[in-house]
C-alpha cells in the first residue's frame, strides 16, 4: 500500500531511531533532562524567541498557546477550517473556556478586511473581546497553502495596533520555509506564541514544540503537568526531533514534488499546489478513496466532497509515480 492519508504514517528511519537509543535522558518534569533542553533551546532559537517547551502532540501545543494569549471568556479569530476550529475536538471551549469566531477563505489565507471587520475591542458588558488571531502556516484543510509572509506581517501590524495577539499553528511550518524561503526567524517574529509539529512532515514519532516568551512558556509548563503531559525520561523522543531537525527538512522539497506530481494525475493544476497536501474536490469521494485503495493506494475523505492526499518521508518518487498512474486512471 502506498500510504498517502497523511504525513503523521511516518515511520522512525534506522538513524532516528539510534539517535533515539543513544540519547541522554533525565527527568523532564524536573527539569533534568540534557536532550529535551537542547531540543527546546534550538527550536526557541531558530524562531527568535526567549522560550520553548516540549509537548507530546500539535493539539496539546496549540491548546496550551492559545489559552496563553486568550482568557477564559474571550475570542480567538481564525479561518473557518483551522486545525483549532475543526479538528482538535472543542478543547479549546471544553478545556480553556474560550470562543472562536471565524473567516471563510478558499486556501486558508489572510483576509484582512474581514478579520478588521469581525476584531471585537473590549466593550465591556456586552460583547466577547477578541484577545487574539491565530493563522495555520501552511493550512492543512486547504491543501497545505502557504500564507505568504507580506501579509502575516500586514496581520501583525493590524494586531499590534488595536492590541491583540498572534498564534501561529506552525505544525508545518518547516513546509512553508521550504516553499518559500523565508526564514524561520521571520515567521517566528509575527508570533507572539507558535506550536510547531516534529511529527508531520519531519519524520518524528511524537512531539511539538510551543515556541514564546519565557513568561508564556513557564505557565504552558504549569498546564501542561496539569493535562497529564508531564513526561519524564522523554530525552528519547526530543532526540527523534533533533535528529528530525538536521536531517529532514530541505528533503521537505522532494515531497512537494511528489505532490504536484499527483495533483497533475488527478486533474488539478500542479502550480495551487504550494507544498506536501493535494485535495481533490469530487462528488464520489468515498467511492474513490474505495477504489484508490482497491488498486493499492490510501487516500482520505476530509468532508462529503473533499479527498486528501499528502506526500512524505515514508513515499519515494517510484511511490509517487505508481500512485500517480493509478490515481490518473481512476
Ligand atoms: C495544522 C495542524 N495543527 C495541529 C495538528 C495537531 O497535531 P497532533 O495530531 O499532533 O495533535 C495537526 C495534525 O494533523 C495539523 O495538521
Request: glycine fraction near 10%; aromatic fraction near 4%.
Amino acid at each position: 500500500m502506498i500510504d498517502l492519508r497523511s504525513d503523521t504514517l511516518t515511520r522512525p528511519t534506522e538513524a532516528m531511531r539510534a539517535a533515539m537509543a543513544n540519547a541522554e535522558v533525565g527527568d523532564d518534569v524536573y527539569g533534568e533532562d540534557p536532550t529535551v533542553a537542547r531540543l527546546e533551546e534550538r527550536v526557541a532559537a531558530m524562531f527568535g524567541h526567549e522560550a520553548a517547551l516540549f509537548v507530546p502532540t500539535g493539539s496539546m501545543g496549540n491548546v496550551l498557546a492559545v489559552r496563553s494569549l486568550v482568557a477564559p471568556g474571550q475570542e480567538v479569530l481564525c479561518e473557518s477550517r483551522a486545525h483549532i476550529a475543526r479538528a482538535e475536538l472543542g478543547a479549546h471551549g471544553a478545556y480553556s473556556g474560550i470562543t472562536m469566531r471565524t473567516w471563510i477563505d478558499p486556501r486558508g489565507q489572510v483576509d484582512l478586511p474581514t478579520i478588521r471587520s469581525l476584531f471585537a475591542p473590549d466593550m465591556g458588558p456586552f460583547f466577547v473581546p477578541t484577545a487574539a488571531i491565530s493563522v495555520e502556516n501552511t493550512h492543512n484543510f486547504a491543501g497545505g497553502a502557504v500564507l505568504p509572509i507580506g501579509d502575516l506581517r500586514d496581520l501583525r501590524e493590524f494586531a499590534t495596533g488595536v492590541g491583540a495577539r498572534i498564534h501561529l499553528d506552525g505544525a508545518r511550518i518547516w513546509n512553508a520555509h521550504v516553499a518559500t524561503g523565508t526564514p524561520f526567524e521571520e515567521y517566528g517574529a509575527i508570533a507572539d506564541v507558535l506550536s510547531v509539529c516534529l511529527s508531520k512532515g519531519l519524520g518524528a514519532p511524537v512531539g511539538s514544540v510551543l515556541v514564546g516568551s519565557s513568561a508564556a512558556v513557564a505557565e504552558a509548563r504549569v498546564w501542561r503537568k496539569r493535562m497529564g503531559g508531564g513526561m519524564r525520561q522523554v530525552g528519547i523522543l526530543a532526540a527523534a526531533g533533533l535528529h528530525a531537525l538536521d536531517h529532514h527538512v530541505e528533503r521537505l522539497a522532494d515531497d512537494h514534488a511528489h505532490a504536484r506530481l499527483l495533483a497533475e494525475a488527478c486533474g488539478v493544476d500542479p502550480a495551487s499546489v504550494d507544498t506536501n497536501i493535494v485535495v481533490v474536490d469530487r462528488s464520489d469521494a468515498a467511492d474513490f478513496v474505495a477504489a484508490a485503495r482497491a488498486e493499492g493506494v490510501a487516500v482520505a475523505t476530509v468532508g462529503p466532497t473533499a479527498v486528501r492526499m499528502v506526500t512524505h518521508l515514508d513515499v519515494s518518487r517510484d511511490d509517487a509515480d505508481k500512485a500517480a498512474a493509478v490515481l490518473a486512471r481512476l
